[in-house]
């Protein structure tokens, strides 16, 4: 082969892979591979011989006891329920909290070993510690036992990034569960005020270059200062009643300021770990990249309602239903209750895209895997509710009914594929990253990080000070070093 | 007979005894669930501070580490002491203001009109809301976009730049206002029962001696109500040292660490890090300075009465 053939080879390669984001930097090991391959053959060898009312009949009259996270995803299989029941004649009950209350009850749960829930549903921050600390048990040996597997499962049908950064940990990573729960984050704006004429030939008149959907950071800030107005001023030809932002950004002490932050970090410097660390999991939290990141996003909050620096993600979405907002970093899970013409003021009028890019295209996503205790008392039946309720029949309805699919074969289907939101939250997968979340430290480390960026922008101190505090906090917990040495 | 006397004095003896230990006997089981209740806990919480147990990280499995916990938190965390700092100066602020309101309310009221009965019902009315209720209802209106407090400043002239809770000085400022509508009235109740309780001859001594109000709000109702208002004070002070719901939705701790109260720091670090051995050890430092702070109030009573007698 000519050597101009290989140079061509490597770049054609380096570009593919880059343009594939974290997706493709996770492919099946051989292990993993092996057990999917043998799980698939049994399942291949239970075709038409295996059906749900048989394997339930040992566990006939049994109850599940489900604890879950207060959300739509949770609240749509409960519709279905009755089926199984009446399938299988097994129960289940579920229990849902918000999430803070949920994280409290299912940790002191595990701690106590009660063996109360047979199944949970685990955030994916919490896995790395749930799965090292035997919280939880794999499910491998479910997904082997010709008698409980369940022909139709479709393991091709998850998305392989997504199903391992949620559900496979441990060393060799093995599964503990289905993805059940996993937004990402996408870009919503007003396409309204974006579509209107007066407004695009005052943005152009402005800036000298047509208002668009924002492609990069740049964009993004004159778009947002200039849908930043006051009461009494006009907007799309209508005089304002009350002030209007150009953006809507989350600035309490909370996760929800960590998570819009990262996509920035991520896009600025590159999206491993969100920013945070580097392969060897050494601290890159206070990267310079990063330090511009963090000091472009305090710098947006002259654009966003001065009470944002006290938001998390449930305000922004309330600012957007009642219309103050044109533009946010969000969750596209949360873009239905935008699209309830019941409760938004702007249901039709928003538009959905890609998160810009600085450097590299990145959305942050968020994930929660089904588990099954390790104490629970009623293992088999938990598989076999677990199997039905990710089955592709249930999964869509589910959809359909507000979940977020974790299935190819949801997302693909016409009906989801028609949702406002679905098409970018799809594009959104493909440069998909996690937070640090293979680290059991991360509950700490993220606590840290949104004490650190609330201080950087209520200026208590400087992007540089914060992210080198931060940064030195994370290697007294981690033990690892810190790549850029503290300026600070 | 003379076999009947020792006899009767055995049985006399008998009965002093079986009365003297019926008493505890009965108490007995009283004594055991309240040590059993209070102590295993304290025992539990206080093997577990010198362990390194955390319920997220497996490699800390709650191995043995003495005091290690203890020297961490006294010499090294500047966020708990930060915490420890903005605690006391809640305490102090909210409880002299409690105080002086209360006082002054239960003054004003202390004395008969037509619908007093209705006016002192309604000011009871914060203190009886659950704090996290208390805590949700002032979220709505602190709302920066859409709660009535803002829209209520606005509309009178002051100038809102930010959210109440967004910035670190009124976020903290707002907490105590809070904190102060919501238990001032504990302070008026108890002054005003206090009131209601004063035997009326000092103050016929008083006005015959021709004192002025003055004298005798201070040389007579002051010392007649000091047990009481030591009872109060006391009372307050744990339980505003204990605040935590407000905080928790109010603001998390935020902006920054700004309203990072103390019970708040042990929260996030016992249920949010989930690193349980730290954590022990921050509540006990915390039920140390309760007990120091009891026992200061308990010696000050102890002493107005030994004054007394």
Same mark, same amino acid.
């Given at each position: 082969?000519?050597? +101009?053939?290989?140079?061509?080879? !490597? ?112 955030? $994916? ?13 794999? /499910?491998?040996? $479910? ?7 369940? =022909? ?19 060393? *060799? ?5 289905? @993805?059940?729960?996993? *937004? ?41 200062? $200039? ?60 990267? *310079? ?14 654009? +966003? =309602?001065? #009470? ?16 103050? /907002? ?19 003021? /702007? ?18 996503? #968020? +994930?929660? +895997? ?8 009623? @293992? ?23 979940? !977020? @699919?974790?299935?190819?074969?949801? $997302? ?23 937070? *640090? ?5 991360? #509950? ?45 | ?309």
């Amino acid at each position: 082969m000519k050597k +101009s053939t290989i140079v061509y080879l !490597m770049v054609v390669s380096l570009a593919v892979a880059l343009a594939f984001g974290t997706f493709t930097a996770h492919a099946w090991t051989p292990d993993e591979q092996a057990l999917l391959d043998k799980a698939k053959e049994i399942a291949s060898d239970n075709a038409g011989v295996w059906s749900l009312e048989e394997a339930a009949k040992p566990y006939r009259g049994v109850t599940l006891k489900i604890l879950a996270d207060a959300a739509t995803e949770a609240d749509a299989p409960q519709n279905y329920d009755s089926e199984f029941i009446k399938m299988t004649g097994i129960k289940v009950l579920w229990e849902q909290n918000p999430w803070d209350e949920h994280r409290s009850k299912m940790f002191m749960d595990f701690a106590a070993g009660t063996g109360i829930y047979d199944l949970v549903w685990v955030p $994916f921050d919490d896995m790395a510690s749930v799965t090292g600390k035997g919280y939880v048990q794999p /499910v491998d040996k $479910f997904m082997l036992n010709p008698k409980l597997l369940d =022909p139709n499962i479709n393991l091709d049908d998850y998305s392989e990034a997504l199903w391992k950064y949620t559900s496979w940990y441990g060393k *060799p990573a093995k599964p503990y569960g289905f @993805p059940c729960e996993n *937004p990402t984050m996408i870009l919503w704006y007003r396409k309204d005020l974006f579509d209107n004429p007066t407004e695009k030939a005052n943005f152009k008149k402005t800036y000298r270059y047509e208002l668009q959907v924002p492609k990069n950071f740049e964009q993004y800030n004159h778009i947002a200062e $200039f849908f930043t107005r006051k009461k009494g001023e006009r907007l799309a030809g209508e005089v304002l009643d009350r002030d209007f932002y150009g953006v809507g950004q989350s600035g309490k002490r909370h996760w929800a300021s960590v998570c819009e932050w990262m996509n920035l970090a991520s896009t600025w410097g590159g999206p491993t770990w969100g920013g945070t660390l580097d392969e060897n999991d050494d601290v890159v939290i206070n990267r *310079p990249e990063n330090v511009e990141a963090l000091e472009y996003w305090i710098s947006l909050f002259r654009f +966003s =309602p001065p #009470g944002s620096v006290d938001w998390y993600w449930d305000l922004k979405s309330t600012a957007f239903q009642k219309n103050i /907002v044109a533009m946010a970093l969000a969750w596209n899970d949360q873009s239905y209750e935008i699209e309830d013409p019941e409760k938004s003021e /702007v249901a039709g009028k928003m538009g959905y895209d890609l998160i810009p890019i600085q450097k590299y295209p990145v959305s942050h996503f #968020g +994930s929660w +895997s089904w588990t099954i205790p390790t104490k629970a008392k009623n @293992p088999d039946a938990a598989w076999l509710y677990l199997q039905w309720v990710n089955s592709r029949d249930i999964a869509l309805k589910c959809a359909l009914e507000g979940a !977020m @699919p974790s299935r190819k074969y949801v $997302f693909d289907s016409p009906e989801i594929s028609a949702i406002p939101f679905m098409p970018a939250t799809k594009k959104a997968l493909d440069h998909a990253f996690p937070r *640090p979340v293979h680290r059991p430290e991360w #509950g700490e480390m993220g606590e840290i990080l949104a004490l650190y960026l609330t201080k950087a922008h209520r200026m208590e101190m400087t992007a540089q000070e914060a992210l080198d505090k931060v940064a030195v906090e994370w290697q007294r917990l981690l033990g690892t070093s810190i790549v850029h040495p503290p300026k600070t | 007979m003379g076999l009947l006397i020792p006899s009767f004095g055995q049985d006399k003896e008998k009965t002093v005894l079986k009365r003297k230990y019926t008493g505890y006997l009965l108490l007995l089981p009283t004594l055991a669930l309240l040590a059993f209740l209070s102590l295993v806990p304290f025992i539990y919480a206080f093997n577990l501070s010198l362990r390194d147990l955390n319920l997220r990280i497996p490699r800390l499995a709650g191995q043995f580490v003495g005091v290690d916990n203890f020297r961490y938190l006294m010499r090294e965390d500047s966020e708990f002491w930060h915490s420890m700092g903005i605690t006391v100066l809640f305490l102090v602020v909210v409880v002299s203001i409690e105080f002086v309101a209360g006082f002054a309310l239960a003054l004003l009221l202390n004395r008969e009109f037509k619908g007093k009965r209705i006016v002192v019902s309604l000011a009871v009315i914060p203190m009886m809301i659950a704090p996290v209720a208390v805590g949700l209802m002032w979220r709505v209106a602190l709302n920066y976009e859409l709660g009535i407090v803002t829209y209520l400043l606005k509309s009178i002239g002051i100038p809102m730049k930010e959210a109440l809770l967004g910035t670190s000085a009124t976020a903290l400022a707002t907490l105590m206002v809070i904190d102060i509508w919501q238990w001032t009235p504990f302070i008026f109740l108890i002054i005003l029962a206090g009131l209601h309780s004063l035997p009326k001859e000092p103050y016929e001594a008083a006005q015959v001696d021709g004192a002025s109000k003055w004298k005798i709000f201070r040389l007579v109702t002051l010392p007649l109500l000091k047990p009481l208002i030591i009872i109060a004070l006391l009372l307050r002070v744990i339980d505003a040292f204990k605040t935590f719901d407000q905080v928790y939705i109010l603001t998390g701790g935020g902006p920054g660490n700004a309203t990072d109260l103390v019970c708040m720091f042990a929260y996030r670090t016992n249920f949010k890090i989930w690193n349980l051995g730290y954590g022990a050890a921050v509540v006990l430092v915390i039920f140390l300075v309760i007990l120091i702070v009891t026992a200061f109030f308990y010696a000050v009573t102890q002493k107005k009465e030994e004054e007394v007698v």
